[in-house]
């Protein structure tokens, strides 16, 4: 109470500390100065022998503080000096930067933007004393997500980051006017892009320079900047022995969660290399989608393709052509879209609405089955009546929040088996609701196939949402209590992981079933080719007007064959052979295997890099590539893939969405466990349908294209992505086995209840093919 607190006094402890103020009981209480035997000073409110309230806190370097503290620490808004110049501006949280602020450093460069333990993360703009800015996210101090960088000499780039190098789709923009629409991994060009010389008349690029300058106007005026964190000294802890842990007892652990300027991405002189994406986010399909409309005809322009920063191809087209096949193609796949899709029933916003009851319904589930007690799966969590059923008002209600949709209804399918089905992937249960409950929320896919599903992808790209046709749904159930009896037996099961079973249901009666599934894509390494692969010849190609980088090709349009470690592909067979043996069991058919293909630069290719000045006498420049670095300086491995012995503690063990089971041995490094190092890259650990090396024998190079085309190598190493997908269709339809066996030369009326098996079988015997073994 106000009688108890004592008049201002002065006192001076035993170990040479001092306080000049009021005092409540021992404690400091009330306004106060104290004074450390080192030199450091507090001057402000206190409460209960805490700094609380407004003050201002000196150091004996120089550094000062000067805001809001709460129970002895920093926190709320404050100033805080540095000793080495630097100036942060903004809110605090325990002692450290935690929400909006500015920060200017030393060497004049600022950051503008939001902070998280003590590190720039989320939406920020960072400009450096030479001129250079970027605008955009960050996540633990780098670069990561979507941003915008603009050098000093007028060269930008709009794009994804990672870790501070560009990874992912963007845009570059070269002073001189030209523009280079691709994709990056790791801060070098990998994979299909296009190059637009300076002076093409190109609607997309006019938008792309207009937004970039109304952007940037509508920003602060402010200088942004990154190199150091500065260092928060400690505040002392001692007034006596009795009153330093109530006094100061969060005052004297000030957060260190700053980052040293060696351990920072130091972007003031080389910030060009040091560009980040994430590679869950993408530019704006709109955007990409328009980079086909031209205003001039005749223009020329090329098509690249290029591996970990070298490229491989090239090629000159005429834009105008392009431009009007792209449209003709848009407006094809419209049309599909239209009359396949399977839930036409939310009007315009069918997708927005579809999205927001598929987070509505596996949070309210997560929430309802997280309390129940661990136990072990039941027969009866199988059966029909093991379901979740809720029912959301748009209103709320006394189980469910308010939303913005339309009110429908849940059922989640046997909730207690997917939750041990996600703990035997060693999924945490909370990650896997974040993932597809979070705030950035879901985004739709075009769907790869002729079944009329919708795909969502998780924002951080670790789950595929898919929609389920019922006959389907029934499979899946039907199949599930095997499924799991599988899985828990087979640690290295390349089978489809799956994770959830969910229905939303309308009041007039529609219904949209989903699955939950594992993303098989998603890598350290990015993926630079993908297969659906059956083993079967009829219908299985691809138009060559419709192949692009994220195309999934299929049987006849591979033209690989595949060397791989002989213990490896060993792992592999038996491997596929016991999940097809499962396949047969369940009478499933039609079942493909995803491959994904992550191709390496090889060491003969450093002289390749200059690609033949014919190809580029129409740019300006030349020598000049993005960010001022020429290709010639690119540092290739000197070998591409290296198996060594596994080192738990330099690879990541925790699994991913895709990811299950044992490392790997290799026979190569004396049948023991091993990962792949990829010098220049990083190191990975090697499971079965993930991070596997192998050799790629191209058996036939040809381009019967008339465009002019280089063709640089035929023997590829390259980086193995695969599992076995499509296992929910039954075998019910004989005009589907007749059109699958043709190419088989069976007669399909001589087969009976074996066919499963017999799918299987030339399944296996074409992966053989595409798998050598050597000799």
Same mark, same amino acid.
């Not at 002692?95 to 590190?119: A, F, L, M, P």
């Not at 396949?340 to 069918?350: A, L, Y």
């Not at 599903?453 to 670790?462: E, G």
């Not at 299985?540 to 690989?560: F, G, N, Q, V």
């Given at each position: 109470s106000f009688s108890s607190i004592c008049s201002i006094t002065e006192k001076v402890f035993s170990n040479g500390d001092a306080y000049v103020g009021t005092f409540q009981g021992m404690f400091p209480h009330g306004k106060g100065k104290y004074t450390w035997s080192d030199g450091s000073v507090y001057d402000?409110?206190?409460?209960?022998?805490?700094?609380?309230?407004?003050?201002?806190?000196?150091?004996?370097?120089?550094?000062?503080?000067?805001?809001?503290?709460?129970?002895?620490? *920093?926190?709320?808004?404050?100033?805080?000096?540095?000793?080495?110049?630097?100036?942060?501006?903004?809110?605090?949280?325990?002692?450290?930067?935690?929400?909006?602020?500015?920060?200017?450093?030393?060497?004049?460069?600022? #950051?503008?933007?939001?902070?998280?333990?003590?590190?720039?993360?989320?939406?920020?703009?960072?400009?450096?004393?030479?001129?250079?800015?970027?605008?955009?996210?960050?996540?633990?101090?780098?670069?990561?997500?979507?941003?915008?960088?603009?050098?000093?000499?007028?060269?930008?780039?709009?794009?994804?980051?990672?870790?501070?190098?560009?990874?992912?789709?963007?845009? #570059?923009?070269f002073a001189d006017g030209s523009y280079y629409f691709g994709v990056w991994t790791k801060g070098l060009k990998d994979g299909h892009g296009m190059f637009y010389p300076a002076g093409s008349k190109h609607r997309f690029l006019r938008k792309?320079?207009?937004?970039?300058?109304?952007?940037?106007?509508?920003?602060?005026?402010?200088?942004?900047?990154?190199?150091?964190?500065?260092?928060?000294?400690?505040?002392?802890?001692?007034?006596?022995?009795?009153?330093s842990y109530s006094l100061l007892r969060g005052s004297g652990s000030i957060s260190q969660r700053t980052t040293s300027q060696g351990e920072d991405i130091a972007l003031g002189d080389s910030s060009r290399d040091m560009m980040t994406c994430d590679s869950s986010s993408a530019l704006s399909q709109s955007s990409l989608d328009d980079k086909t409309?031209?205003?001039?005809?005749?223009?020329?322009?090329?098509?690249?393709?290029?591996t970990q920063g070298v490229l491989i191809k090239e090629r000159v087209i005429n834009i105008s052509r392009l431009s009007r096949k792209s449209k003709q193609r848009c407006k094809f796949h419209a049309k599909e879209v239209?009359?396949?899709?399977?839930?036409?029933?939310?009007?315009?916003?069918?997708s927005y609405y579809l999205m927001l009851n598929l987070q509505l319904g596996i949070r309210q589930a997560y929430i309802m089955i997280t309390p129940v007690p661990i136990r072990e799966v039941r027969q009866s969590d199988f059966g029909d009546q093991a379901r979740i059923k809720m029912y959301f008002p748009r209103k709320g209600s006394q189980f469910t929040p308010s939303h913005h949709s339309v009110d429908f209804y849940w059922k989640d399918y046997c909730p207690m088996v997917f939750r041990y089905l996600r703990e035997l992937f060693?999924?945490?249960?909370?990650?896997?609701?974040?993932?597809?409950?979070?705030?950035?929320?879901?985004?739709?896919?075009?769907?790869?196939?002729?079944?009329?599903?919708?795909?969502? *992808?998780?924002?951080?790209?670790?789950?595929?949402?898919?929609?389920?046709?019922?006959?389907?749904?029934?499979?899946?159930?039907k199949m599930l209590p095997d499924y799991y009896k599988h899985v828990k037996e087979h640690d290295n099961t390349l089978i489809t992981k799956v994770f959830g079973v969910h229905r939303i249901s309308l009041k007039r009666g529609k219904k949209v079933r989903f699955v939950v599934m594992?993303?098989?894509?998603?890598?350290?390494?990015?993926?630079?080719?993908?297969?659906?692969?059956?083993?079967?010849?009829?219908?299985?190609?691809?138009?060559?007007?419709?192949?692009?980088?994220?195309?999934?090709?299929?049987?006849?349009?591979?033209?690989?064959?595949?060397?791989?470690?002989? *213990?490896?592909?060993?792992?592999?067979?038996?491997?596929?052979?016991?999940?097809?043996?499962?396949?047969?069991?369940?009478?499933?058919?039609?079942?493909?295997?995803?491959?994904?293909?992550?191709?390496?630069?090889?060491?003969?290719?450093?002289?390749?890099?200059?690609?033949?000045?014919?190809?580029?006498?129409?740019?300006?420049?030349?020598?000049?590539?993005?960010?001022g670095i020429s290709q010639g300086e690119l540092s290739i491995p000197p070998k591409g893939l290296i198996l060594v012995t596994h080192e738990p503690s330099s690879v990541s063990v925790t699994p991913g969405p895709h990811i299950r089971g044992s490392t790997l041995r290799a026979m190569s490094v004396g049948d023991q466990e091993v990962d792949l190092l990829l010098p220049g890259t990083g190191r990975l650990r090697v499971q079965l349908g993930v991070n596997m090396p192998a050799q790629a024998n191209q058996k036939v190079v040809q381009d019967e294209s008339a465009s002019v085309q280089v063709e640089l190598f035929e023997v590829y190493d390259v980086v193995l992505y695969l599992g076995i997908i499509d296992i929910l269709q039954e075998y019910n339809m004989k005009k589907k086995l007749e059109h699958t066996y043709k190419s088989w030369q069976f007669d399909p009326m001589s087969i009976s209840a074996i066919e499963p098996k017999i799918y299987s079988k030339r399944f296996l015997s074409f992966l053989e093919k595409v798998f050598p073994a050597e000799p």
């Open positions: 402000g409110c206190w409460e209960e022998g805490k700094m609380t309230g407004e003050g201002r806190l000196v150091w004996p370097s120089g550094a000062s503080y000067e805001g809001e503290f709460s129970g002895g620490y *920093l926190h709320g808004f404050g100033v805080f000096s540095g000793s080495d110049g630097s100036i942060y501006r903004g809110v605090w949280r325990m002692n450290t930067q935690h929400g909006i602020g500015r920060k200017q450093y030393q060497n004049s460069d600022v #950051y503008d933007g939001c902070w998280k333990e003590g590190v720039r993360e989320g939406s920020g703009r960072y400009a450096w004393s030479n001129g250079n800015m970027y605008i955009g996210n960050w996540k633990d101090g780098k670069m990561f997500g979507r941003g915008v960088m603009k050098w000093f000499d007028g060269d930008l780039f709009d794009g994804c980051w990672l870790n501070g190098l560009r990874h992912g789709s963007g845009c #570059y923009r792309c320079s207009d937004r970039y300058d109304e952007k940037r106007k509508r920003r602060l005026s402010h200088n942004p900047s990154t190199n150091s964190e500065s260092v928060i000294p400690k505040v002392k802890r001692s007034i006596s022995e009795r009153i409309e031209f205003l001039e005809t005749g223009s020329i322009a090329y098509e690249r393709e290029y239209k009359r396949k899709s399977c839930v036409d029933f939310f009007e315009g916003r069918k060693k999924l945490d249960a909370a990650d896997y609701m974040m993932s597809i409950c979070g705030d950035d929320g879901l985004r739709e896919l075009s769907s790869p196939g002729k079944s009329g599903s919708l795909f969502y *992808l998780s924002r951080d790209d670790r789950f595929v949402i898919k929609t389920l046709k019922k006959s389907e749904l029934k499979a899946l159930l594992g993303n098989m894509f998603c890598t350290e390494l990015r993926i630079h080719r993908r297969y659906d692969l059956k083993g079967s010849s009829q219908g299985r190609s691809t138009k060559k007007d419709r192949i692009d980088e994220t195309t999934t090709l299929k049987d006849l349009d591979l033209t690989y064959e595949f060397h791989m470690d002989k *213990l490896l592909r060993e792992a592999l067979f038996k491997q596929l052979s016991l999940d097809c043996r499962f396949l047969e069991s369940q009478n499933i058919i039609d079942y493909s295997l995803l491959l994904g293909l992550h191709f390496r630069a090889p060491e003969n290719l450093i002289s390749l890099l200059e690609p033949p000045d014919s190809l580029h006498k129409v740019e300006t420049n030349p020598d000049r590539v993005e960010g």
